[in-house]
């Protein structure tokens, strides 16, 4: 008897605690919908926890320097993934360029008929990156290939990677190793079928076996989502290797909104408790008629 009154006395209790706490305040972690993204049209980004930035090439066709007027109208601090020929005019209207990109994700260092290519291009990477100061070049693994030998890729992507860190690191500039997901089958950029680094624990044992502060993650939280999920705990355990983050829906990489599967909020709140105050760039494709509201909306949601 006594048992059975403690659990009663344990459930009513808890079923209590948990009504209270519905109606306690909540607006650190609060979800934001599009109504109230689309009434606050002047809204702009409050917290200086994280540095938002998008990915350009989502929007299109919008035009560049359109598009970037309104992230700076927004309190976005950058933007990246646009042609190179917007950098000056982008820099002057305040913006930084949050990531330059290196060699495309299909003709990556696991392949060596690609070894001269990505070396190429990190290279001029990195030189333009240090003469627009941005820090950040981005580089992948490159897809599978018929005959792929997994322990000779593994290690060609590894050389390929360190002859070009000693000019990274001179410059001040950081490889940042994208780890994307090979599920979604769906468009070209929501997933990518074939791709070597599809598993980003492996990719952090490469960025390890690097063993230079120059070459870190690019820890995009849609691509972890697909492919291996917890999220938090993730951060938490490869926090000192990140150094880049992406957002996007899921499924779809569409906005950040209550139509997909990861709660912005609380894992914005867990990449501040992880020390990490660096570039989190909006790279989802909107589905919304008004663009811009998406890109509002997500920073609504991220300023935690």
Same mark, same amino acid.
């Given at each position: 008897?006594?048992?059975?009154?403690?659990?009663?006395?344990?459930?009513?209790?808890?079923?209590?605690?948990?009504?209270?706490?519905?109606?306690?305040?909540?607006?650190?972690?609060?979800?934001?919908?599009?109504?109230?993204?689309?009434?606050?049209?002047?809204?702009?980004?409050?917290?200086?926890?994280?540095?938002?930035?998008?990915?350009?090439?989502?929007?299109?066709?919008?035009?560049?320097?359109?598009?970037?007027?309104?992230?700076?109208?927004? !309190?976005?601090? @950058?933007?990246? %993934?646009? &042609?190179?020929?917007?950098?000056? +005019?982008?820099? $002057?209207?305040?913006?930084?360029?949050?990531?330059?990109?290196?060699?495309?994700?299909?003709?990556?260092?696991?392949?060596?008929?690609?070894?001269?290519?990505?070396?190429?291009?990190?290279?001029?990477?990195?030189?333009?990156?240090?003469?627009?100061?941005?820090?950040?070049?981005?580089?992948?693994?490159?897809?599978?290939?018929?005959?792929?030998?997994?322990?000779?890729?593994?290690?060609?992507?590894?050389?390929?990677?360190?002859?070009?860190?000693?000019?990274?690191?001179?410059?001040?500039?950081?490889?940042?190793?994208?780890?994307?997901?090979?599920?979604?089958?769906?468009?070209?950029?929501? !997933?990518?079928? @074939?791709?070597? %680094?599809? &598993?980003?624990?492996?990719?952090? +044992?490469?960025? $390890?076996?690097?063993?230079?502060?120059?070459?870190?993650?690019?820890?995009?939280?849609?691509?972890?989502?697909?492919?291996?999920?917890?999220?938090?705990?993730?951060?938490?355990?490869?926090?000192?290797?990140?150094?880049?983050?992406?957002?996007?829906?899921?499924?779809?990489?569409?906005?950040?909104?209550?139509?997909?599967?990861?709660?912005?909020?609380?894992?914005?709140?867990?990449?501040?408790?992880?020390?990490?105050?660096?570039?989190?760039?909006?790279?989802?494709?909107?589905?919304?008629?008004?663009?811009?509201?998406?890109?509002?909306?997500?920073?609504?949601?991220?300023?935690?």
């Amino acid at each position: 008897m006594t048992s059975s009154l403690s659990r009663r006395s344990f459930f009513q209790t808890s079923t209590a605690a948990a009504l209270g706490a519905a109606f306690l305040p909540h607006d650190e972690a609060a979800a934001v919908d599009i109504a109230q993204a689309a009434a606050d049209p002047g809204y702009k980004i409050k917290n200086s926890g994280i540095k938002h930035t998008l990915m350009g090439w989502c929007w299109k066709p919008m035009d560049t320097l359109e598009l970037a007027k309104h992230a700076k109208d927004i !309190g976005l601090v @950058g933007i990246e %993934g646009i &042609d190179r020929k917007y950098y000056p +005019d982008v820099k $002057k209207l305040g913006l930084e360029i949050s990531l330059v990109s290196g060699h495309g994700f299909s003709n990556g260092p696991c392949n060596p008929k690609f070894r001269d290519e990505v070396i190429a291009k990190l290279t001029e990477g990195i030189d333009v990156a240090a003469d627009v100061g941005a820090k950040k070049v981005i580089t992948f693994t490159g897809m599978k290939f018929d005959g792929m030998d997994r322990e000779k890729a593994i290690q060609d992507c590894l050389d390929t990677w360190k002859v070009v860190l000693p000019h990274a690191e001179k410059k001040g500039i950081t490889l940042v190793l994208e780890h994307l997901n090979s599920r979604d089958s769906s468009h070209p950029m929501k !997933g990518h079928p @074939g791709y070597f %680094g599809d &598993d980003v624990d492996f990719c952090v +044992d490469l960025i $390890k076996q690097i063993g230079s502060p120059n070459f870190k993650l690019l820890f995009d939280i849609y691509h972890v989502s697909i492919m291996n999920g917890d999220i938090v705990r993730r951060l938490r355990l490869h926090k000192d290797y990140i150094g880049h983050l992406h957002t996007a829906g899921n499924p779809g990489r569409c906005e950040l909104d209550e139509h997909q599967e990861i709660n912005y909020p609380a894992v914005m709140q867990a990449v501040q408790e992880i020390g990490y105050h660096d570039f989190v760039a909006h790279e989802f494709i909107p589905t919304w008629k008004d663009t811009i509201l998406a890109l509002r909306h997500a920073a609504m949601v991220c300023d935690v």
